[in-house]
């Protein structure tokens, strides 16, 4: 069975083969086929027969701070990554496309706050959401109806 999977940084010319094991994180010699192809959600990674080996651009990282807000999220931004030292952060989200996604994370141990916005649409039932611990991070991804956080 082929499986298509599709990453900005990497174009597939032909269907990627993958052996009959689901558990592709605990694969081992003998149960994915050499070279098959996956996305572990930061690189794109092949079977070397050992181990999976890294062959796709790292995602890239925007850095936000207090001084950008309110920041208009770009469906070309993979990682948002946030410093609300100097105040509480607001992130617009783009609008809605299923299929879109990103993570926002908090950098700072501040008690300010990293809000973002749904413009327009909803996340998770809520037009708005926030993050307010160091270190924590939501992935974003465009649902049919309303922003999913995962």
Known sequence: MGV??????????????????????????GEVEIGSLRDNGTNIQRWNGTFWENIGAPKAVTEITFADSPY??????????????????????????????????????????VKYQGNGSNIDGLSEREISTQYNA?????????WGRY
């Open 138 to 146: 939501d992935e974003l991804i465009g649902e049919s109806s309303e």
């Open 72 to 113: 208009p999220i770009l469906t070309s931004d993979e990682v948002i990554a946030v410093d609300a030292t100097d105040g509480e952060t607001i992130l617009v989200l783009p609008t809605l496309r299923k299929g879109d996604s990103f993570k926002i994370k908090k950098k700072d141990s501040s008690a300010n706050k």
């Open 4 to 29: 298509e999977k599709r990453h900005p940084h990497v174009k597939f010319s032909r269907t990627i083969r993958l052996g009959k094991n689901t558990d592709l994180d605990n694969a081992v010699a």
